[in-house]
Nanobody, 128 residues
Framework: QVQLVESGGGLVQAGGSLRLSCAAS????????MGWCRQAPGKERELGAA????????SYADSVKGRFTISRDNANNTVYLQMNSLKPEDTAVYYC?????????????????????WGQGTQVTVSS
């Protein structure tokens, strides 16, 4: 299995930026599709962005499209989430997740239930 550790969360004013990182260890990182999910208090966990094993295909939730960018560095076993133009409604715990199943379309990885391994989460708070 793979172990995931997120970092980079914090407190930021609305309109600001943060970059989250997720370091993976344990198994071959490039064998996993990766996702960034978030969960706000009292709400269900939702997927914000997903990226395939090679990084060739990416998907974003409508709520973050145009503001967030997911990327990965397979040589360094890391996936990133660049978050710009942050809004108070982006406040949540952000989780990095890995999916070991290969599927030919990115849409498969847009569902939270597809992911097998999870990090511990990092808090992002956006003040108005």
């Amino acid at each position: 299995q793979v172990q995931l550790v997120e970092s980079g969360g914090g407190l930021v004013q609305a309109g600001g930026s943060l970059r989250l990182s997720c370091a993976a260890s344990g198994r071959t990182f490039s064998h996993y599709a990766m996702g960034w999910c978030r969960q706000a208090p009292g709400k269900e966990r939702e997927l914000g962005a997903a990226i395939t094993r090679s990084g060739g295909r990416i998907s974003y939730a409508d709520s973050v499209k145009g503001r967030f960018t997911i990327s990965r560095d397979n040589a360094n076993n890391t996936v990133y989430l660049q978050m710009n133009s942050l809004k108070p409604e982006d406040t949540a715990v952000y989780y990095c997740a890995a999916c070991r199943t290969y599927y030919s379309t990115i849409s498969y990885y847009t569902e939270v239930r597809r992911y097998d391994y999870w990090g511990q989460g990092t808090q992002v708070t956006v003040s108005s």
